[in-house]
């Protein structure tokens, strides 16, 4: 079966530093992967997604980036967080469009971030 | 421009009844519609996926419709129990084959 991981699972850091958060998928290949932010009040952001190994597409100019240097590997990172930064941020994978059961997204379960 | 609309306002609901929430959507001409139920702290987990050419589907104690003219889907619980607490989040695929969602719907079931 397919698991998704992530971590860390919570995160303070302070204005200015650097940020990665990792996760990975297990038990399929050639997923599509997510990024996505939710702050507090407020709906899912998607922030980056990735169709394959190096392929970046990203929803919204941000300090944010994001990398994919394997398939089932995807990472989240800034060279400096802002308070705005602070959130819940997901992972997400998806079959590939067209295969069975490429409807479903399937999330991980979270880091939550505190930028102070 | 597209938005996708749940009611904002927390549903409190007894125990056994029947709770219902509303997704509304705009600018959308999806190929199907799916809801998700989201616990504090932790990702949402896919419930059910309704198609535009289906206009109800079930599973256990859960049941959705979708309204192709209307342009809505109902999300139905019934017999709630205190473990269906939760905010639960319709999404649907954009043009573009990624999914959007709305912003949840907070479900509170009073024993």
């Known amino acids: 079966s397919q698991t998704i991981h992530q971590w860390p699972a919570t995160l303070v850091q302070p204005v200015g530093s650097p940020l990665s958060l990792e996760c990975t998928v297990e038990?399929?290949?050639?997923?599509?992967l997510y990024w996505y932010r939710q702050a507090a009040g407020r709906g899912l952001q998607l922030l980056f997604y990735?169709?394959?190994?190096?392929?970046i597409s990203s929803e919204v100019p941000q300090n944010l980036s994001a990398s994919r240097p394997q398939d089932r590997q995807f990472i989240l990172s800034s060279k400096k967080l802002l308070l705005s930064d602070s959130g819940f941020y997901l992972c997400?994978?998806?079959?590939?469009?067209?295969?069975?059961?490429?409807?479903?997204?399937?999330f991980g379960p979270g880091t939550r971030l505190t930028v102070l | 421009s597209q938005k996708i609309e749940q009611n904002s306002e927390a549903l409190n609901i007894q125990e056994g009844k029947t709770a219902t929430l509303t997704c509304n959507y705009t600018?959308?001409?999806?190929?199907?519609l799916q809801w998700y139920r989201q616990d504090p702290g932790r990702g949402p987990v896919f419930l059910l996926l309704?198609?535009?050419?289906?206009k109800e589907k079930r599973k256990e104690r859960l049941k959705v419709t979708f309204d192709t003219t209307l342009k809505q889907s109902l999300f139905h619980i019934t017999a709630s129990q205190p473990a269906d607490s939760a905010t639960y989040l319709c999404?649907?695929?954009?043009?573009?084959?990624?999914?959007?969602f709305g912003k949840g719907n907070q479900v509170v079931v009073i024993p």
């Open positions: 600018n959308y001409s999806p190929a199907y």
């Open positions: 999404a649907l695929v954009d043009g573009n084959n990624r999914l959007a």
């Open positions: 997400a994978w998806r079959m590939r469009p067209g295969t069975p059961l490429a409807d479903t997204q399937y």
């Open positions: 038990g399929t290949s050639n997923p599509n």
């Open positions: 990735s169709v394959g190994i190096g392929q």
């Open positions: 309704i198609r535009e050419n289906e």
